[in-house]
């Protein structure tokens, strides 16, 4: 056997660059083209060439559903043109009456998407504390059929025990999926830790250049990919091939990324928990972290998130926020660029104000997402930023 014949036996880094990928063969052409077409000549009535039209299948999509399964570790993979769409075609294989159990701090477009759309079409939800395995088993009912996770969660990176919940699933006869967009797959691997399903918003890490939305599913299980092959040329979630290209080129360097990420989340928490100005920080690597083990035991390092409460309450965050020169105030995440923002004014505000008090997503709450810069340009900044807060 070749190591070409099988990537899956090869390392992250290996996988990442060539998963899924064959050099064009007509040209040579080590990139994937881009297929900008929508249609496929056929030699004869139903003879075609494995395309028909684009919205069902397209090269340059195969060739990023192929690159995600394999750097995932799963079997199949189908691309989305944003990660809520993908998140959309899970909730789309349910039927009415069907009841999903969320973590209760999962991504405010997640949220909404439950709460909004899919509630209105007869599904019903439940939203936990993941990280209490009691509340898990109590919120497990009859018609239980899916249970959503995302960990480390957003924005207060809660880390959820994966094995333990899918483990528990499984046992109920309950389908579970893990968005895996903040730790991505060279931080952590749901699918080996029990999960049915890993759900991506490719806009953030596997992207990574802050260029493209996108998202995928990924699954070891037939009747899923099916179920969500028939959603996606039903529905019409799919994404453009440029957009693929693009998603594809970004996961090349995921690995490299992902550890200057880490090195540097690592260097800016440890700035941010001996600051005066900062009341608390939080990150899955400080041993103060609630669930530092468990981040220990199923993620290889901790991500590149960050979330904090700064002293002095709303003023104090606005002048920060407006201060800061490396860090760009905006939403998103997962890019080179550093980016900084308050959850409750900006990414959040689609969740209840309740439940934003509940979960601590105060108007003292700052999250970071730590780019790739220079450590100390970036700590450099925060500590600047900081002084201005002061006020
Ligand atoms: C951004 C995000 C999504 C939604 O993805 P889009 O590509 O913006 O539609 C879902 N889950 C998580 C964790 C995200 O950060």
Not at 96 to 105: E, N, S, Y
Not at 301 to 312: D, K
Request: hydrophobic share 40%; with cysteine; proline share 5%.
């Amino acid at each position: 056997m070749t190591l070409k014949s099988d990537w899956s036996a090869t390392g992250f880094g290996t996988r990442a660059i060539h998963g899924g990928q064959e050099p064009d063969p007509t040209t040579g052409a080590i990139m994937t083209p881009i297929f900008q077409t929508s249609t496929y000549v056929q030699e004869s009535p139903g003879v075609f060439k494995g395309y028909e039209y684009s919205r069902t299948s397209n090269p340059t999509r195969v060739a990023l559903e192929g690159n995600i399964a394999s750097i995932e570790g799963g079997k199949f993979a189908r691309a989305f043109a944003s990660g809520s769409a993908a998140t959309s075609a899970v909730l789309a294989c349910l039927n009415p009456g069907d009841h999903v159990i969320c973590g209760d701090d999962v991504y405010g477009g997640s949220f909404r998407l439950m709460d909004k759309v899919y509630k209105r079409l007869g599904l019903e939800f439940s939203f936990v504390d993941q990280t209490d395995l009691k509340a898990m088993r109590s919120a497990l009912q009859p018609n239980t059929k899916l249970c959503w996770i995302e960990t480390p969660t957003n924005p207060t990176l809660k880390v959820v025990d994966i094995e333990a919940i899918c483990s528990l699933c499984r046992e109920a006869g309950v389908a579970s999926v893990v968005d895996n967009t903040f730790a991505t797959p060279y931080l952590q691997s749901p699918l080996k830790l029990g999960a049915t399903m890993v759900a991506h918003s490719t806009t953030k890490y596997l992207g990574g250049h802050s260029d493209v939305i996108g998202g995928a599913i990924v699954t070891d299980d037939e009747e899923w990919i099916e179920a969500i092959q028939f959603i996606l040329n039903s529905m019409g979630g799919n994404p453009g091939p440029q957009d693929c290209f693009l998603t594809m080129r970004g996961i090349k360097t995921l690995h490299v990324r992902m550890d200057r990420h880490c090195d540097n989340a690592e260097r800016c928490s440890e700035f941010l928990v001996n600051h005066p100005m900062v009341k608390k920080t939080i990150y899955p690597g400080l041993p103060t972290h609630p669930q530092y083990e468990i981040a220990k035991r199923q993620m290889q390092r901790f991500g590149g998130m960050i979330s904090f409460h700064i002293n002095g309450g709303l003023d104090a965050a606005r002048r920060f926020l407006e201060s800061v020169e490396v860090f760009s105030l905006a939403e998103s995440l997962g890019g080179v660029e550093s980016l900084i923002e308050h959850p409750a004014i900006m990414t959040h505000a689609s969740v209840p104000a309740e439940a934003r008090q509940a979960l601590g997503i105060h108007d003292d709450f700052i999250r970071l997402s730590v780019g790739i810069e220079s450590a100390d340009d970036l700590i450099a900044d925060l500590a600047q930023a900081l002084d201005k807060a002061k006020g």
